[in-house]
């Protein structure tokens, strides 16, 4: 089978994004550095600046009819974002702010136990980005954020104590 370029994008999302497209339509498509541009993409320019999609000649103009109307379909841009509704608007975040509290209690449990004060400081940068938003105040579960303070406040407290007692060691 012959492969030849198709077109060319400028970001290794827009070739998926369009491979997609194409294999819905049932076009065999081929990204040929595929791999270079995802393991090395801050080396993009270096290797051309853009990442190359090929069909097989025998599909190239069905190809091409279809990457003209994927090319003419208007894309969503942040003011379109803004002017949804808000239970649409932040539906794919949902997962996200959910997640932010567990997050930060795992990291002061984990902060309190094994990492001295790294992941406590990591937690307490969570819970202030939580109680920031009044969103995502708003879908946490409030008994991750109380432990999760509770922890952190544990945590820094013995690691503190730890801490001083080396100290006293030392100077001793």
């Given amino acids: 089978m012959n492969w030849v370029e198709l077109t060319r994008v400028n970001q290794l999302v827009e070739a998926y994004a369009l491979r997609s497209f194409l294999e819905a339509h049932e076009i065999d498509v081929l990204i040929p550095n595929e791999h270079s541009m995802r393991n090395l993409h801050h080396m993009t320019p270096a290797m051309g600046g853009y990442?190359?999609?090929?069909?097989?000649?025998?599909?190239?103009?069905?190809?091409?009819?279809?990457?003209?109307?994927?090319?003419?379909?208007?894309?969503?841009?942040?003011?379109?974002?803004?002017?949804?509704?808000?239970?649409?608007?932040?539906?794919?975040?949902?997962?996200?702010?959910?997640?932010?509290?567990?997050?930060?209690?795992?990291?002061?449990?984990?902060?309190?136990?094994?990492?001295?004060?790294?992941?406590?400081?990591?937690?307490?940068?969570?819970?202030?980005?939580?109680?920031?938003?009044?969103?995502?105040?708003?879908?946490?579960k409030k008994s991750d954020l109380n432990l999760a303070i509770a922890f952190n406040i544990l945590g820094l407290l013995a690691w503190s104590v730890v801490g001083y007692s080396l100290y006293l060691d030392w100077v001793q």
Avoid: C, W
């Fill in 51 to 140: 990442t190359m999609l090929q069909v097989p000649t025998t599909q190239l103009e069905l190809a091409r009819e279809l990457l003209l109307e994927y090319n003419s379909n208007p894309t969503l841009t942040p003011t379109d974002l803004e002017n949804l509704p808000e239970e649409l608007r932040y539906s794919n975040d949902e997962v996200t702010r959910d997640e932010l509290s567990k997050r930060a209690l795992r990291s002061a449990i984990f902060g309190t136990l094994i990492v001295p004060v790294v992941l406590n400081l990591y937690s307490i940068k969570l819970l202030t980005q939580i109680y920031a938003d009044p969103k995502l105040l708003k879908h946490s």
